[in-house]
């Protein structure tokens, strides 16, 4: 299995300018994009890199703000295939319940490789 942290600095300080403190990082399988949808219907986008490709305009990497009150964020980043994307959910070390419940979720999205 692969893991890959490599989060941009400016991402983690969005989470630590709002929560105070370094976020612990989850990550996850491969989501599709129906994922990605999802999750930023009812959520916040706090940063986001876009490409327009003439007739769509589609999320290559985003901050999501999942959950104000149990401090949780999520970081997305499409793969060279742009309907897959890695998600990093960032938390506070006591909301890791609340994180498992997330990922419990998102079970219809993985997608069939691991990382």
């Excluded at 692969?2 to 612990?24: A, Q």
Aim: charged share 30%.
């Amino acid at each position: 299995m692969k893991y890959e942290t490599n989060i941009p600095d400016h991402v983690i300080d969005i989470f630590k300018k709002k929560y105070e403190n370094y976020p612990c990082l989850t990550q996850t399988r491969n989501v599709t994009e129906d994922a990605i949808k999802v999750l930023t219907k009812k959520n916040k986008i706090l940063w986001y890199s876009k490409f327009f490709d003439g007739n769509n305009l589609s999320i290559k990497e985003a901050v999501i703000d999942y959950s104000n009150n149990y401090k949780i964020m999520i970081y997305c980043k499409s793969k060279e295939d742009e309907k897959v994307y890695s998600l990093i959910i960032m938390s506070s070390e006591v909301n890791y319940e609340h994180v498992e419940f997330l990922l419990k979720g998102l079970n219809k999205y993985y997608t069939i490789d691991l990382i």
